[in-house]
């Protein structure tokens, strides 16, 4: 069989609600490297928040921040950084709202603010502790994603005042900063471009709203049984829940793996 290129999501993808792999998906995951198969994360976390997971499926290609920050087999390949004048302006607002926001690069993340409990109650959900106090760390350094710090709705004010970035909301307290039209899809458009695959030969696993872009770039588009009514209707194919050998039977399905 000829090589392919598989990219997955990480939360409700890879990892069920209580954040755990499911075995069945690891197996899955290894048979498909067995089989020569290219295998790569595609998730709007940061490089440093999934290291770890990284290392459990031996996976060294990965999109990150929703495709601001791509490498390809330990090499970055796409770089779209947050326009630092821009982000210096939004802190500004966001202060005088009394909204923190936390600053991150591929490698950390720091506070704008020595502690905010909506810091703590958002990134508590994916198990990260607050992130230390550095207001400076915006400065002269490459910011692929921020975190603005507001309850729903809140964040429509910025949405109108600054053009240059798109707010995207994971969390009842927190939004992703991120740059303006990135998305996970062109993430894959630069390790095809590495490859020199078609997009025939690429197939994505999804759930949420972020992964829609990916889940129609591709004919071989999968939502899990658990996915957001967008991405489901975004999919060429469905399979089961996260938890319910969603991964492994849709690669079965497939002819990916037996």
């Given at each position: 069989m000829e090589r392919k290129l598989l990219f997955f999501d990480i939360d409700g993808t890879l990892l069920d609600e209580e954040k755990k792999l499911p075995a069945s998906t690891e197996q899955a995951i290894q048979e498909l490297q067995q089989e020569?198969?290219?295998?790569a994360i595609a998730t709007g976390r940061a490089?440093?928040?999934?290291?770890?997971?990284?290392?459990?499926?031996?996976?060294?290609s990965f999109i990150s921040f929703n495709g601001s920050y791509v490498e390809f087999e330990g090499r970055a390949?796409?770089?779209?950084?947050?326009?630092?004048?821009?982000?210096?302006?939004?802190?500004?607002?966001?202060?005088?709202?009394?909204?923190?926001?936390?600053?991150?690069?591929?490698?950390?993340?720091?506070?704008?603010?020595?502690?905010?409990?909506?810091i703590e109650k958002s990134l508590g959900s994916l198990k990260f502790d607050h992130p230390e106090f550095d207001d400076?760390?915006?400065?002269?350094?490459?910011?692929?994603?921020?975190?603005?710090?507001?309850?729903?709705?809140?964040?429509?004010?910025?949405?109108?005042?600054?053009g240059k970035f798109d707010f995207i909301r994971w969390h009842e307290v927190s939004t992703d900063v991120l740059p303006s039209g990135g998305s996970k899809a062109l993430g894959i458009e630069a390790v095809m471009n590495e490859l020199g695959m078609?997009?025939?030969?690429?197939?994505?696993?999804?759930?949420?709203?972020?992964?829609?872009?990916?889940?129609?770039?591709?004919k071989n588009s999968v939502a899990m049984g658990n996915a957001v009514p967008q991405a489901a209707a975004a999919a060429s194919h469905h399979t089961d829940h996260v938890g319910e050998n969603g991964i492994a039977n849709a690669l079965k399905a497939f002819g990916l793996i037996k």
């Open positions: 020569g198969h290219y295998t490089p440093f928040m999934f290291e770890r997971l990284r290392r459990q499926l031996n996976i060294e390949v796409r770089k779209v950084p947050l326009d630092e004048a821009e982000l210096q302006r939004l802190t500004h607002h966001a202060t005088e709202n009394d909204h923190p926001v936390v600053y991150l690069d591929h490698r950390n993340m720091k506070a704008n603010v020595p502690h905010h409990p909506h400076t760390y915006l400065h002269n350094r490459d910011i692929y994603q921020s975190l603005l710090f507001c309850v729903d709705g809140e964040e429509k004010e910025y949405e109108q005042e600054f078609q997009r025939d030969d690429v197939y994505v696993f999804g759930d949420g709203p972020n992964d829609v872009e990916m889940l129609e770039f591709t």
